[in-house]
């Protein structure tokens, strides 16, 4: 079955699937002052008119992508979270620390860099984006305590994943502009034996 | 004596000066796009023609600033170096890393997010904050070892100091758009703890 014939409401959630996905590829590649919703439409295939229905400003349409695609990132995670369950000692925090790294070094992360970095300095941005990461911060926070099978109740641990966090975050952002994953593997390699005997 | 009784050469220092340190302001505030030489030499009070004859071109203009106050900080976190070498055990990791922080959360750091993120999809941008970025990285690994007084050559040490000065980075990127820094403080006395035990 193609996309014409769907029914409409289907027809209509694919569209908005399709500018969501096309939105963070552009953030990506052109950052925020190359990302335009008439830049979006074209790359979707989908006419300005159509995607204007779907979102109404540029803000709404790169917030709520950013959202969408993380979302679906934490659901993929998610689901890995039965097996990873199954393992214990450090193999579950070596699994658990890649999934995490992973995270912060694909284009979802480079997308979110540039919506950040641009809020710094736009005010109709600033508010949308902070409230937007506090949700997407939590929801990672508590997806690394599973992985990791780390219980938050015990001393010292909360602030560990999130200094963790922090690390990986970092480790995002030194990948940006060149190909960062030799130094990336001997640093994460090293830093889950040291979280492995802390959690 | 004001800037018009210098000599020549002098009121050209303090010209280049002026115009280095209204660029790390101006792309701290307005990010890349909002940072041309113009909104620059207006800032710096200083005409047009004057900071072409200093910087032949807009990359030219913001490496060099983000070159120049990078070793400013450097210079300065050195000149603190005799008296933390004092300083032996936990004091002195504490005292290191309040240091290495700083240098992640201020306005610094602010601009060359500007300009990292910026380059990610500038080409002209990109070799330049690449190559700049290596030489300030070494520069920051360096003075990290003599300020924690960490050996190198010690299995491991390297490593651990990466992924911390990496999870620098991560808090300097959690606090560009709100005050994170009741969290950051919490966070950086745990870490110190682990990082004192670890070198």
Redesign the interface.
């Known amino acids: 079955m193609d996309a014409l014939s769907l029914p409409k409401q289907d027809r209509s959630r694919a569209t908005r699937q399709r500018l969501l996905e096309a939105a963070i590829a552009c953030l990506a590649?052109?950052?925020?002052?190359?990302s335009t919703v008439s830049v979006v439409a074209e790359r979707a295939g989908v006419s300005r008119g159509a995607a204007q229905h779907h979102f109404r400003t540029r803000e709404d349409l790169f917030t709520a992508a950013v959202e969408y695609v993380a979302e679906q990132r934490s659901a993929a995670v998610r689901g890995l979270l039965p097996q990873v369950q199954l393992i214990i000692g450090p193999a579950r925090t070596y699994l658990a620390v890649g999934q995490l790294v992973d995270l912060f070094t694909g284009p979802l992360f480079?997308a979110a860099?540039?919506l950040?970095?641009?809020?710094?300095?736009d005010d109709a941005l600033?508010a949308r984006?902070?409230e937007l990461?506090a949700r997407v911060g939590r929801e990672v926070h508590r997806m690394a305590l599973e992985l990791l099978g780390a219980d938050e109740r015990r001393a010292?641990v909360r602030?560990?994943v999130?200094?963790?966090?922090?690390?990986?975050?970092?480790?995002g952002?030194?990948t940006?502009?060149?190909d960062d994953s030799a130094?990336r593997d001997?640093?994460i390699?090293?830093?889950t034996g040291?979280l492995s005997d802390?959690l």
């Open positions: 590649e052109h950052g925020w002052a190359g480079r860099l540039q950040w970095v641009a809020a710094a300095h600033r984006v902070t990461e010292g602030e560990t999130q200094g963790f966090l922090d690390m990986c975050r970092g480790l952002l030194a940006l502009l060149t130094r001997r640093v390699r090293h830093w040291v802390l």
